[in-house]
């Protein structure tokens, strides 16, 4: 039934084709109607179209239908909302290549980015929500097995001998490419060279028998497969593993980076649509205290202080954060770490 209602969704938009051209390169494309079943749907029923990186999912399980109810009782309309949710990268390039999105959150601002540049995003898309339009927030995490028993306290233990660390990989996850530039941040912040931030940064990826295509792939291989003897991973996918009676000890280092997380309305998309207003009314409405309480108890730093303040034990603040623009911005990051023939593939040649 899922399935169908897809392929009668992407019937609608005329955008079959670019349906099975989504299968064959394995997006996970999982849509669902929030407001009424397909029988019932009035045509008039305006629809909004989400796409998002595979952890925010169920948070907007439970913010979609909020805003939806909240939407009705003040328009007298049903939406119908259709979500996707996968690796960040994967979905920037499903996006660009015709995934119908009306509202995009991504885990990094490089991606958003990328879609812009693609001419789907008007630029200034930051001003156009509050907080920068950085709705989510979260920091890096050493999650050990049980008992500590490598001892592993700090960013500077990673490098020790015999020991396997499970992280994503930075070329299909937006989580590995903010671990990677907490790794070299951190030794930034201390005064080190690049030389020496990048030495060190090679010497943590030698501990790294397996990347994983994603963070809820890094945590099934941790937690699950039972591989690894540490993970990094997002913060906040620690803490939802934990609510799932998957909880594992985990230390958040007190030098660490501010992962933030943009969202965005699709201009393109929604001029063609029609339904910029609600896709504009829905996030704005993510920055709600409603929508922020549901972000925060999968994980999510909350962007809204009072809500911060309501999650205070949950949350404990890091001593020294530092941001991608202490870095030099994402332009920069990109070209001197991720682009083909960079640092990290350098790194990765070195070591192999």
Same mark, same amino acid.
């Given at each position: 039934?899922? #399935? ?5 969704? #992407? ?342």
């Amino acid at each position: 039934m899922g #399935l169908w209602r897809s392929i009668v969704h #992407l019937i609608f938009r005329g955008r079959l084709s670019r349906f099975i051209f989504l299968i064959f390169l394995g997006i996970n494309l999982s849509l669902a109607i929030t407001s009424c079943s397909m029988s019932n749907a009035k045509n008039s029923d305006p629809e909004l179209t989400l796409v998002s990186y595979a952890v925010t999912r169920p948070a907007y399980k439970k913010i979609i239908p909020q805003f939806v109810a909240q939407w009705e009782q003040q328009h007298n309309q049903k939406i119908r909302f259709y979500e996707s949710y996968a690796p960040s990268g994967a979905q920037t390039r499903a996006v660009i290549d015709g995934l119908d999105a009306d509202v995009v959150e991504l885990a990094l601002a490089l991606d958003m980015q990328k879609i812009e540049n693609a001419g789907l995003i008007q630029q200034g898309w930051e001003n156009e929500a509050p907080n920068n339009a950085i709705v989510t927030k979260s920091v890096a995490v050493l999650v050990t097995r049980e008992g500590n028993p490598k001892q592993i306290q700090t960013w500077e233990d990673l490098t020790t001998d015999n020991l396997d660390i499970i992280t994503a990989n930075p070329k299909t996850s937006g989580v590995a490419r903010w671990n990677f530039l907490a790794l070299w941040g951190v030794q930034k912040q201390v005064g080190m060279t690049d030389s020496q931030a990048l030495e060190f940064t090679k010497k943590v990826y030698q501990n790294v028998p397996i990347m994983p295509r994603d963070a809820r792939e890094a945590s099934d291989v941790f937690i699950n497969q039972n591989q690894g003897d540490i993970l990094i991973n997002y913060e906040n996918e620690i803490i939802l593993a934990g609510l799932r009676e998957k909880k594992r000890p985990y230390i958040v280092p007190e030098t660490n980076i501010s992962i933030e997380n943009p969202v965005a309305v699709v201009d393109k998309n929604v001029d063609k649509h029609g339904n910029r207003e609600i896709a504009e009314a829905f996030v704005k409405y993510l920055f709600t205290p409603a929508a922020q309480r549901e972000f925060a108890k999968i994980g999510f730093r909350p962007v809204n202080s009072n809500v911060t303040q309501e999650f205070a034990d949950r949350y404990p603040p890091v001593k020294k954060l530092f941001t991608v623009q202490d870095l030099g911005g994402w332009d920069k990051v990109q070209s001197q770490f991720f682009d083909n023939g960079a640092a990290f593939d350098k790194i990765q040649a070195s070591i192999r």
